[in-house]
């Protein structure tokens, strides 16, 4: 990884989820694609998630044959953005299958420019936790991991902390991206951090609790030694909504004194940060509308034209439009329409 990547990655980064973007015939958009990832960049983010949950995994399907075509538009953003404005952006990718199929979507992520990859667990469950480190670590002989620890109502699974321990002493792991949705889980992975032998960055990917991880630091006793971590930043399909005003929130909370009491007001934002999540996520139907949800959010402020997935099948559940109806009338602080109307006025005119 790049020096200057790595120390954003060190010191906590915000990274969105990237959704695609269709037309109605569900073919790629790829002006459309552009645009969304341009506002990403312009709200502030620090890098941006490619090929990932968010991004949906059928992209690799080679009947739809769109992961490199995805890959190279997203890096092509990016690159211009940083040479216009000399800002630092991480550009992750991730990588899902058997171990020859990672490896080789880290080796294409590596060739196009990409800085790490997320390790998806996703579809493996028949694999040993053994086979998975082994994975693991022949995908870090190619390109810096960060790891993933996926929750079980989406294809993931229960990891035990041995798992996690060996995980984090392969050199090439640099994060992990903890998405358990489980509060236990989620201290074994920060306990694993805290006791590996090389830094470790730990990052949210729990979106039904992401400023309370973002507040929290976990703190255990080695002997005469305290050993501490923190959540350092996120990479989240939450976060690929409302983009700006969280990033602004996450720059807010990072510039907090980590001694000090925390006040109030944050753990009233973590609830309704969490509510907005569930109608984004579509939580009252098991996940099942999650990437139509946030599809639909950027619809309604004119970032998509549809909320159209490339599975037919994939769309909004009963009643989750007026979910998002719901909280947008309760927390009318946390949308950021009035920033992405501005973009877009902008953006015309380029």
């Given at each position: ?6 120390q954003?990655l ?7 989820a990237m ?14 694609q552009?645009?969304?990832i341009?506002?990403?960049l312009?709200?502030?983010?620090d890098g ?7 991004t949906?995994?059928?992209i690799r399907?080679p ?8 890959l190279?538009?997203a890096?092509s953003?990016?690159?211009?953005y ?5 800002r630092?952006?991480l ?6 299958g058997?171990?020859?199929q990672?490896?080789?979507?880290a ?6 420019g990409?800085d ?17 480190i ?5 995908v870090?002989?190619v390109?810096d ?5 996926l ?10 902390y ?6 984090c002493?392969?050199?090439g792991v ?6 358990a949705f489980?509060r236990?889980?989620t201290v074994d ?8 032998d090389?830094?470790?960055a730990?990052?949210?990917?729990n ?5 309370t991880?973002?507040?929290t630091?976990y ?10 971590v923190?959540t ?6 939450h976060?690929?909504?409302?983009t700006?005003t ?7 909370i990072?510039a ?6 925390i ?5 009233t ?16 139907n098991?996940?099942?509308?999650c990437?139509?949800?946030?599809h639909?959010?950027?619809r309604?402020q004119?970032l ?6 490339l599975d ?5 559940s ?10 947008y009338l ?8 009035a ?7 902008r953006d015309?005119?380029r």
């Amino acid at each position: 990884m790049r020096s200057e990547a790595m120390q954003l990655l060190k010191r906590g980064a915000f990274l969105p989820a990237m959704p695609l973007v269709l037309d109605e015939d569900r073919r790629f958009d790829e002006a459309g694609q552009r645009r969304l990832i341009r506002y990403y960049l312009e709200s502030g983010v620090d890098g941006i998630a490619v090929a990932v949950h968010t991004t949906q995994f059928a992209i690799r399907d080679p009947k739809i044959n769109l992961f490199e075509r995805v890959l190279t538009v997203a890096i092509s953003e990016i690159a211009d953005y940083r040479a216009r404005t000399g800002r630092e952006i991480l550009a992750v990718t991730g990588a899902c299958g058997e171990a020859p199929q990672a490896v080789a979507e880290a080796e294409l992520a590596k060739r196009l420019g990409y800085d790490a990859v997320l390790l998806s667990p996703g579809g493996l469950n028949h694999l040993s936790e053994e086979t998975l480190i082994e994975r693991t670590r022949l995908v870090a002989e190619v390109l810096d991991v960060i790891g993933f620890y996926l929750q079980v109502a989406v294809g993931g699974r229960v990891f035990t902390y041995d798992y996690w321990r060996q995980v984090c002493a392969i050199p090439g792991v640099k994060a992990i991206k903890c998405a358990a949705f489980n509060r236990y889980l989620t201290v074994d992975v920060a306990r694993a951090i805290a006791f590996a032998d090389h830094e470790i960055a730990l990052y949210t990917g729990n979106d039904d609790s992401i400023v309370t991880d973002l507040l929290t630091e976990y703190a255990f006793q080695d002997g005469d030694t305290r050993r501490t971590v923190r959540t350092v930043g996120g990479l989240l399909g939450h976060w690929s909504a409302w983009t700006h005003t969280a990033v602004e929130m996450f720059r807010d909370i990072k510039a907090l004194n980590p001694g000090d009491p925390i006040p109030a007001k944050w753990m009233t934002l973590a609830a309704q940060v969490t509510d907005v999540n569930s109608a984004f996520f579509d939580t009252r139907n098991n996940f099942a509308g999650c990437i139509a949800g946030m599809h639909e959010v950027l619809r309604r402020q004119g970032l998509m034209k549809g909320i159209w997935c490339l599975d037919p099948n994939e769309t909004l559940s009963p009643g989750q439009a007026e979910e998002i109806d719901r909280v947008y009338l309760l927390y009318p602080d946390l949308n950021d329409d009035a920033f992405v109307a501005d973009f877009l006025k902008r953006d015309q005119q380029r």
